[in-house]
């Protein structure tokens, strides 16, 4: 069974920083995009950045304008992606899901396999 798991999440103050990592077990997402969407409470699940496979080993990376500059995606290896979140706000308190698709162009309508969501709460 594929399967998507997230840990990292927790407290962290405002302006700290905190790392959330992606494991992908039971498939191979060497070619995927992996991305992170979030889910704060009463919005819309919305997308925050994605890695996207270029060749061989390179990936490109986006971000949604609202965490580009503090947020950074890193793609672990062939099946795994972390998020680097640095200056995090209050607004950023959410449910993080990690994300695999095809492209990050079919996201999140085209998700193959999400993850269970980790909560991330920011203090101020």
């Known amino acids: 069974q594929v399967q998507l798991v997230e840990s990292g999440g927790g407290l962290v103050q405002a302006g700290g920083s905190l790392r959330l990592s992606c494991a992908a077990s039971?498939?191979?997402?060497?070619?995927?995009?992996m991305g992170w969407f979030r889910q704060a409470p009463g919005k819309e699940r919305e997308f925050v950045a994605a890695?996207?496979?270029?060749?061989?080993?390179?990936?490109?990376t986006d971000y949604a304008d609202s965490v580009k500059g503090r947020f950074t995606i890193f793609r672990d290896g062939k099946n795994g992606a972390s998020l680097q979140m640095n200056s995090p706000k209050p607004e950023d308190t959410a449910v993080y899901y990690c994300a695999a698709a095809k492209t990050v162009e079919a996201m999140p309508g085209g998700v193959e396999v999400w993850g269970q969501g980790t909560l991330v709460t920011v203090s101020s």
């Open positions: 890695t996207r496979w270029i060749r061989d080993s390179t990936y490109d």
């Open positions: 039971g498939g191979t997402f060497e070619k995927y995009a």
